[in-house]
T-cell receptor, first 113, second 115 residues
Framework: AQSVAQPEDQVNVAEGNPLTVKCTYSVSGNPYLFWYVQYPNRGLQFLLKYITGDNLVKGSYGFEAEFNKSQTSFHLKKPSALVSDSALYFC???????????FGTGTKLQVIP | GAVVSQHPSRVICKSGTSVKIECRSLDFQATTMFWYRQFPKQSLMLMATSNEGSKATYEQGVEKDKFLINHASLTLSTLTVTSAHPEDSSFYICSTNPSGANVLTFGAGSRLTVL
């Protein structure tokens, strides 16, 4: 069973507006959660992670995510979107003794000039 | 930071031939390498986990004889797609977890097109 879910295939936002890319998790206990970004024909780049501590995690390129245990969510946010933020975003969860990472289905973010 | 070099970035081959994809950790030792396959507009599917000096662990449904994985040194892991067919056309990505980081570092990916 998939441990992270991204309910939106695509998110469109106007440049300068705040953006949110949604992720929910289903693993019990203390999840290790991540966000990665993928530009066309490239590997994935790490944005941020939640392991423990503050629920609000700040990452690269002005992105942040909030771990919400009651809603089992880890939504990615940015206060002001840039056209260059347009890419494919993956939520992921780390599990298992072999450090296996399970990815969500990805959300395509389109920032409109 | 940790860098994983993946080569080739693109390869086109004829059906029936074999293709080798290499992933090298440039400034650290990678005892474990994860190999993913990504279909268009879809997520990454973990194919196998390679461990230096031992046999790779394949995920359910992945053909071991089709996708040969070798991890002969601490800095090199290879994926060989044997007797490739058009349905093997995909984007293959390697990644590893540099010691203590809990963060995957990815290669840039290899786009395989089988004619």
């Amino acid at each position: 069973a998939q441990s992270v879910a991204q309910p939106e295939d695509q998110v469109n936002v106007a440049e300068g507006n705040p953006l949110t890319v949604k992720c929910t998790y289903s693993v019990s206990g203390n999840p290790y959660l991540f966000w990665y970004v993928q530009y066309p024909n490239r590997g994935l780049q790490f944005l941020l992670k939640y392991i423990t501590g503050d629920n609000l995690v700040k990452g690269s390129y002005g992105f942040e995510a909030e771990f919400n245990k009651s809603q089992t969510s880890f939504h990615l946010k940015k206060p002001s979107a840039l056209v260059s933020d347009s890419a494919l975003y993956f939520c992921a969860e780390l599990s298992g003794g072999y450090q296996k990472v399970t990815f969500g289905t990805g959300t395509k973010l389109q920032v409109i000039p | 930071g940790a860098v994983v070099s993946q080569h080739p970035s693109r390869v086109i081959c004829k059906s029936g031939t074999s293709v080798k994809i290499e992933c090298r950790s440039l400034d650290f030792q990678a005892t474990t390498m994860f190999w993913y396959r990504q279909f268009p507009k879809q997520s990454l599917m973990l194919m196998a986990t390679s461990n230096e000096g031992s046999k790779a662990t394949y995920e359910q449904g992945v053909e071991k004889d089709k996708f040969l994985i070798n991890h002969a040194s601490l800095t090199l892991s290879t994926l060989t797609v044997t007797s490739a067919h058009p349905e093997d056309s995909s984007f293959y990505i390697c990644s590893t977890n540099p010691s203590g980081a809990n963060v995957l570092t990815f290669g840039a990916g290899s786009r395989l097109t089988v004619l």
